[in-house]
């Protein structure tokens, strides 16, 4: 319930109504849980950056409240400010700031973070122009809140998520104003660069001049930015140990709260729904990999399995190096062993296409229309086979089936069946590429003669776009997707949190992370079972490539072995496991984060 005792937070990012990556699905799914924990104390702050904002942005007109007066001051000065509430569940209070308000400053701008702060920006980076007018709002913003509305007469927490929104942490302590900040680094910015581009990164950590790499990689301002913020925050937060031992190293701070990811769970538990939705959208998938492989040869759709990995394109962060050398050793073992399953396995990833393959496009159509032939051969059938069995007088035998059929659709069966049918194998990758010759995906599986042979046990789909409802080729969203999939493959080598294995959790999918990732790490820690509830974790840490691609490969081959009835109960325990990573239990770690970024600042004070 709502105290206006209670201090306000005002939560910063620059993904709030903002879609862009992870940090939105932390902000959207924290939500509901922060809402029913600080009620309208809590507010949310964001760039005006979405142009369909309209259509999940509800107005608020009663600008009685603190908030509201802040937004009208800053809309006499002549600034388009929105307020309203963020149609999501929950239903926050937001508030958007338009960076273009203040272009004409630009340049004096940047000549204050340089001046003041030593912080080396340039007019090179569209998006840090950006970020550094929307820091100026958000400044101007905590000004007239703090000073002109509530003149130090109520708490204030300014909680800060990434470089891109932490630019007031630096005014608001050089002005001391009265505001309790929290910044929240999701991954350090030089760590991802590092980490892709080298393979020691974890043995050097402690041995990297950040400075010196900041400024190969074109990253000095953002990576000053964020040290900076670290250190003049109240608190400082990162999301996993994992990152938090980045976060020394390359920040020079450690954290003083982790706050580990969750996600609203109750929108994805099925509960005793769980299996029948698992059956439900397995059919779907079923039907793509008909259309995709069954017009060069066929397998029991019964005896398959679905794996799948899905992320960014970062081949080796991510992991997709050494989870196509353990599909590698999979496949030979299955062959060797004479396993009569299949796996198909999707590798879900955006990358720059021209479209959709003709071939697979083509094919898929005409298996539809082999489809909606057989369904009106069906209907056919049955009609005339009612009426010749209410029809018949002495002996009641079965009719010749094929005499009931008019000979228009028997040719067109044939026909349609006739111009599938094809020599070629599955072709491995649904989209035409840009850029083909330089995916690294591609060339391994192109260089190891990974092409859906017909031998092969192991099957590659390559599917370089988001699957959404109104993909062609699935018919079915991502979460709907991953529903009908029996195993997440995400062997990360560097990933601070991991969104993607807590999904296949929610949703009953059983899971293989690392423990490179803060999701994994956490995992090792929360429960020592975790293998037995579905979710693996894959050691990296001081290990080969070479041994990790084989330890992978394992796994899956276990996982391949197990039957029908363990996979059932494993979805039943991934379902109860996941109620660990609700929000309402991690908030928590945020709550204490609060409470330390009060105290640090009334220390401040006195």
């Known amino acids: 319930m709502t105290d206006e005792k209670d201090p306000l937070i005002i939560e910063c990012a620059w993904e709030v109504c903002n879609q862009v990556g992870g940090i939105y699905t932390v902000i959207r799914s924290k939500v509901p849980a922060a809402v029913e924990v600080f009620g309208d104390n809590y507010c949310l702050l964001g760039p005006l950056e979405n142009e369909n904002i309209s259509a999940e942005f509800d107005p608020i007109n009663n600008l009685s409240d603190p908030i509201g007066r802040t937004v009208e001051k800053m809309r006499n000065m002549g600034l388009d400010v929105r307020y309203g509430r963020w149609l999501v569940t929950g239903r926050p209070r937001v508030v958007l700031l338009n960076p273009q308000n203040v272009y004409n400053r630009l340049d004096s701008l940047h000549r204050h973070l340089n001046a003041d702060f030593g912080i080396a920006t340039h007019r090179e980076d569209p998006l840090l122009d950006k970020v550094v007018m929307w820091g100026d709002l958000n400044k101007t913003f905590f000004t007239i809140l703090s000073k002109e509305i509530l003149k130090g007469k109520r708490k204030v927490i300014a909680h800060f998520h990434e470089w891109m929104a932490s630019i007031p942490v630096l005014d608001i302590r050089k002005e001391k104003m009265p505001i309790s900040t929290v910044f929240t680094t999701h991954a350090t910015m030089l760590g991802r660069y590092l980490a892709g581009n080298d393979p020691h990164f974890y043995a050097k950590l402690d041995k990297f001049d950040w400075e010196a790499e900041s400024r190969r990689f074109g990253i000095l301002p953002q990576v000053q930015i964020e040290r900076l913020s670290a250190h003049n925050a109240d ?29 609203n769970i109750t929108r994805y538990v099925a509960y005793h729904e769980v299996h029948n939705r698992h059956e439900l959208f397995k059919d779907k998938i079923h039907e793509f990999v008909i259309g995709h492989f069954f017009n060069s040869y066929d397998f029991d759709l019964d005896n398959t399995l679905y794996f799948f990995t899905s992320g960014r394109y970062e081949f080796r962060n991510k992991g997709f190096d050494i989870t196509l050398l353990a599909l590698q050793w999979l496949n030979k073992m299955m062959v060797k062993e004479g396993i009569k399953k299949t796996v198909v396995m999707f590798f879900i990833t955006k990358r720059p296409t021209w479209s959709i393959n003709p071939e697979v496009l083509e094919s ?19 009609e005339r086979l009612f009426y010749a069995a209410a029809s018949s007088r002495e002996e009641h035998k079965l009719p010749d089936l094929n005499e009931l059929i008019d000979d228009y659709w028997k040719l067109r069966y044939r026909r349609t069946i006739q111009s599938w049918k094809t020599k070629s194998w599955p072709i491995v990758v649904t989209h035409n590429l840009i850029n083909d010759i330089d995916d690294e995906l591609l060339n391994f599986l192109r260089g190891q003669q990974m092409v859906n042979s017909p031998l092969d046990r192991v099957k590659m789909v390559y599917h370089p776009d988001f699957i959404e409802s109104t993909n062609p080729l699935f018919g079915i969203d991502y979460g709907q997707f991953v529903r009908g999939c029996h195993l997440g493959i995400f062997p990360s080598y560097y990933e601070p949190w991991g969104y993607t294995p807590l999904e296949c959790v929610a949703r009953g999918v059983s899971a293989i992370t690392s423990d490179l990732s803060g999701f994994g790490n956490y995992v090792e820690k929360l429960d020592s079972e975790h293998e037995d509830k579905g979710v693996m974790v894959l050691k990296r840490n001081d290990v080969s490539e070479k041994k990790a691609a084989e330890n992978l490969g394992r796994y899956m081959l276990h996982f391949v072995k197990t039957s029908r009835r363990y996979r059932m109960l494993q979805r039943n325990k991934l379902e109860d496991f996941s ?21 640090k600042s009334e220390e401040a004070k006195a």
């Open 235 to 263: 608190t400082f937060t990162t999301v996993s140990d994992v990152t938090g031992r980045e976060c020394y190293h390359l920040l020079g701070k450690n954290p003083d709260v982790v706050t580990p990811n969750g996600l």
């Open 364 to 382: 898929r159509g005409v298996m539809q229309e082999i489809k909606r032939n057989c369904e009106a051969i069906e209907k056919q059938l049955g």
């Open 579 to 599: 109620e660990n990573f609700d929000w309402k239990v991690l908030i928590t770690h945020y709550q204490t984060a609060y409470s330390l970024a009060l105290k």
